[in-house]
């Protein structure tokens, strides 16, 4: 038998330089979708704010509660862009000022809850039978009240502010990505490379950590950033109704508490902090509507 | 399995469930660093007084015999009672309740005569201008924190334009129908009070709408994404070899197979939706749970907490089970699997 010429086929060099090809057609696919590159301007342009806050605020020491009573309830002008609250506070210095603080507060809540959930979602579904079962039982009892209302109750009882606010959000945060990684990390189990590693002899960790969350990883970023917008959301209205950051910080669902009284003939002060909230929120909606094209085919198409 | 015992068994399941709430929010409650007893005595009573408020409200047993007190309490309708007002926490909350209920049902049905046709125009001309629009509309009307587009509403509609009332469900001088249900349109209904009905609508118009829009986005994108393949089905392109006229195939037959999915989105919604009334109650002074809890959890008065937390848990569980005998009506597999 003649010899059969080799078939050349170009195979990745490794599983990393595979990924890295994965993540490349990604972004170019992300690139390529006008609006979630229009969110991801809007944040890039949030997280600048945020960085120059003390450069860009024309009074940066009113976010920590400076007062002018000479100038109190004064609508925009050329002195302060956004207008003055009922001290006499520079709307728009502490816009800017609250800028990180949001930033921050929806990190955490999303860190804390993703690493809970994660944590007891792969348990759950690497583990099956008694454990599974009670983890998922444990889930369902979150999931059977809408998490504003266990969140109110549970940042009521931790005290008023906003440490407490982030923790009681995360503690009603996690049961959406437990619920999500289980599911994934059932259906991945019964991959054959899964089986193939424990063939091998892989411990349980090294297969969980190795193999199988690797894999889980997109839809659960996914989840992270269309709930990035929505943690922010909570967070703002537990400090709107008054159980989140207190004053004097310039924490923008509490500046809308504190406009309420006088709107609408001040509109400005509750006005301005509810349209960063809304740039916020919006932004992370578009990059997570975006990423979800991006990394999960069957949902655009 | 037959459906009867499909339904039994469905309850039975979110009875553990419910128990596990209790404790959970029995939990909460008795974690609490601040001094509920000390701000509800007020600031100049004694040691002595404190106790003696402690021994009525029984706070002063061991947690697990609380706890059975407090189950015991649930079970026979004693739902304890408001550190503050005295009052009885169940009777405050049928009170309370159907306002909210009136209000969120509201919202629901709204988001979905928007969602669904939005969901489906999307899905029609998927990937065209109309998709692209319904899109960008559903995720910048979502992002809105609801009660500051409440308070911009209200001043809109209510004050600038004049065209709705900016709060309550009824003007002072209005008396509310007489109360079978609770839910004014309803019982001014049941008294063929249409005028009243009329005022009723106009107050809830708002409030829903503004709260309608927290669950826009997600029945849109499901009904889009689930219309979408249904529409790639086999039995879509028979359809349309043998002539059926699209509008046909859409409306009578690939809509009912999607709407399968819509289902399970709007009654998860309604859920949303009903914690989401607590914010805007308190801007349309809504006399429903909203403004009830809001007080409650800045007074750390928890046995009105506790009672909204179960309340809406009960509420949210017989959704649920509703939604899945509608599914195993709909689904016959479901039923069977």
Redesign the interface.
Known sequence: MADLPAIEVEKPKSARSARWENIARGLYRFRSNK?SMLGLAMLIFIVLVAIFAPVIAPYPEDAAGKTRVTARLQPPSEDFAFGTDKIGRDIFSRVVMGTGLALQVGTVIILLATTIGVTIGAISGYAGGWLDDLLM??T???L???????A????????KGIINTMIGISLVWWPGFARLTRSLVLSLREEPFVEAAYGIGAGHLRIIFRHILPNAVSPIIIKMTTDF?FAV?TA??LG????GAQPPTPEW?AM?NDG?RY??DE?WI??F??LA??LM??SW??IG?GLRDVLDPR?R? | MNIRFYILRRIALVI???I??SI??FS??R????DPVGLAAGPRATEEIKEAFRREFGLDQPLPIQYLRYMAGLLSGDWGESLYTRRDVINDLRVFWPATLELTTAAVIIATLLGVPAGVISAMY?NRLPD?VA??LS??F????????A??FQ?WFG?DLGMFPIGKRLPVLVPPPASTTGLFLIDSLIQLDFDTFLISLRHLFIPALVLSFGAF?SITRITR?SM?EALEKDFVRMERAIGIPYRIIIFKYVLRNALIATITVISLNF??L???A??IE?IFDWPGLGIY??EA??S?D?QP??G??IL??VV??VINILTDIVYGVLDPRIRYG
Not at chain 1, 144 to 150: K, N, R, Y
Not at chain 1, 152 to 159: H, P, T, V
Not at chain 1, 240 to 243: P, Y
Not at chain 2, 31 to 34: S, T
């Open positions: 609006l039982r444990v369902d009892i979150f059977t009240v809408p998490a504003l209302v266990l109110i109750a549970i940042s009521a009882a931790l005290g917008g959301l703002a209205a709107f109704i008054g159980l669902g809308i309420r709107f609408p509109w509750a006005t902090p509810g909230i809304w929120v919006f909606n578009l509507d949902s198409r | 553990p469930t419910l596990g709430l959970l929010t909460i409650s974690i609490v660093p601040g998927r692209h899109r960008v995720l910048f979502v992002s809105f924190p609801s009660f500051w587009l308070m911009i001043t004050r986005a994404a979408v859920g949303w009903m914690a989401g607590i914010l308190t809890a809001v959890s800045l750390l928890f907490i506790m909204i937390a809406y848990g949210f569980s």
